[in-house]
């Protein structure tokens, strides 16, 4: 009987943590997309008004999060190609890591093509949109994170204690 009812406990901690990794994706993708518009918005600052290069302000920036991780595989890529190539390199496989949208990976490696390759004045522009196609998108997250967020959760801990009935 103990066995039993171990059994059935374990189908619903694991139905649960089903709904737990699911709600983990809206997080990821909530917290990549924040930290990536405070770097953008970093970046921007860093060309607006000191007008440093793009390499010596990846070298400069530091931060506690994961774009870290971001910006010194970038680093390295930059040692060897171009900043297009190494940007779109860099980010190429975020939809999976950090649950963002194809869309907005997308997005993320079209902006290193147009970074470099303008004047001052348009790639200041084109961190201005930038920036607030980010902005859009963060919100869209927030609220996609609040409103369908928990639902996996307790879709998960339902199924499992649907399960657990059944067998009982």
């Given at each position: 009987m ?13 139905c649960?943590?089903?709904g737990v ?11 990549f997309?924040?930290n ?9 600052n860093?060309?607006n ?30 040692k060897k190609?171009p900043?297009e ?7 190429e ?17 079209e902006?290193?093509k147009?970074?470099?390759s ?13 920036i607030?196609?980010?902005?859009m ?19 998960g ?12």
């Amino acid at each position: 009987m103990n066995i039993k009812i171990l059994g059935l406990f374990i189908v619903i901690i694991s139905c649960s943590l089903v709904g737990v990794s699911v709600y983990e994706k809206y997080y990821r993708r909530t917290v990549f997309l924040k930290n990536y518009l405070e770097f953008i918005i970093y970046l921007k600052n860093e060309i607006n008004y000191k007008q440093n290069q793009i390499f010596s302000i990846l070298e400069n920036y530091k931060s506690a999060t994961s774009i870290n991780f971001y910006i010194s595989k970038l680093l390295n890529y930059l040692k060897k190609y171009p900043l297009e190539y190494s940007w779109s390199k860099t980010f190429e496989k975020i939809s999976s890591e950090n649950g963002v949208s194809q869309n907005e990976e997308n997005m993320i490696k079209e902006f290193g093509k147009q970074l470099c390759s303008l004047d001052l004045e348009m790639e200041i522009n084109i961190l201005k949109h930038h920036i607030e196609t980010l902005k859009m998108h963060l919100n869209e997250a927030i609220n996609a994170k609040k409103s369908k967020g928990k639902l996996p959760i307790i879709l998960g801990f339902s199924i499992g204690l649907f399960i657990a009935i059944i067998f009982i």
